[in-house]
């Protein structure tokens, strides 16, 4: 018994040792439309694209990345080009997609403009705007402290004054001192963003469910327990799990139950997986020019090797 614990913990071992370190991923910065986007990249294989929620950036997938890179070259862009734009440039025209919280929402509205682009996709953590999406902001039973602390916590009766009171002025600075902050931070939780996301996803989604394939997923303390009900209306082609020991951060929470159910739901295109990819060339290759007065201008990687 001694004997098989410590093989066993020798293999596990053994394969950490393996996997690509996320601090040691390749990473990029590349001009869209004259604005700057950053991406991180690791593994060989078929394309993973990674879409963050908000307030997050590509650190987020720092612990399920590498276990993904393992089987797939995974690609983590810093939205705000997570989609068709980042594709276009790295010469990508089929790919698999993980999404997390608002990033779900971006991942879906690719996938309904670029059907054929978006081979499976999975989303997590995320109600749309109109399919669930009201209801779930509004505090509830499921918002204990294991699922959305922050938001639980704060939803108490006067605990946000309690804890804040006589320190409102750190608290503004704190939150208006870096130009943009409020814009980008609180933006897309804006009424009129969300009624504008309602709306699209209505407009399209409402008449025909999106035929992508699609695994929804959260935590068994979070958004779990309703993925199916959510998401049912939302895509014809839908596969629903609960990430166990996990609330909202379920990549950080339980990362290889989760990159182990992701890799299954991959595994299952046996019709037209995308081929893989190799992003070797960006590793020495510049991807940003300065044109005339300081405009970042794209170098386009078609014809490359």
């Not at 053994?14 to 690509?20: I, K, N, Q």
């Amino acid at each position: 018994m001694h004997l098989s614990f410590f093989l066993t913990i020798l293999c596990l071992l053994r394969r950490a040792s393996t996997l690509t370190s996320f601090d040691d991923w390749g990473y990029q910065r590349i001009a869209l439309d004259n604005v700057s986007i950053h991406l991180r990249y690791a593994g060989s294989g078929p394309p993973v694209l990674l879409v963050h929620g908000n307030p997050r950036f590509s650190l987020t997938w720092r612990t399920i990345g590498p276990l993904l890179a393992e089987n797939y070259t995974v690609i983590a862009v810093d939205n705000r080009g997570a989609g068709d734009s980042v594709l276009d440039f790295l010469n990508i025209t089929s790919t698999y997609i993980l999404s997390h919280d608002m990033g779900a929402g971006i991942a879906t509205a690719l996938a309904v403009k670029h059907p054929d682009l978006v081979r499976r996709l999975v989303v997590t953590e995320y109600l749309l705007p109109d399919f669930g999406f009201e209801a779930a902001r509004n505090p509830g039973a499921y918002w204990d402290l294991y699922a959305n602390w922050q938001l639980a916590f704060f939803s108490v009766t006067d605990a946000a004054e309690f804890f804040i009171s006589g320190k409102e002025k750190q608290m503004l600075e704190c939150s208006i001192s870096k130009p943009g902050f409020l814009r980008a931070m609180l933006g897309p939780f804006e009424i009129r963003a969300i009624t504008s996301a309602a709306s699209s996803f209505q407009g399209t989604l409402g008449k025909r469910p999106l035929q992508v394939p699609t695994l929804a997923m959260g935590g068994e303390a979070s958004l779990g327990p309703f993925a199916s009900q959510a998401w049912s209306n939302v895509t014809s082609h839908l596969e629903t799990d609960v990430v166990p020991k996990a609330g909202h951060w379920i990549a950080d929470e339980n990362p290889t139950w989760v990159a182990r159910r992701i890799a299954r739901f991959f595994s299952e295109d046996h019709s037209h997986p995308p081929p893989p990819i190799n992003l070797s060339v960006l590793n020495d290759r510049s991807t940003l020019t300065v044109g005339y007065f300081g405009t970042l201008q794209n170098v386009a990687l078609s014809g490359s090797s």
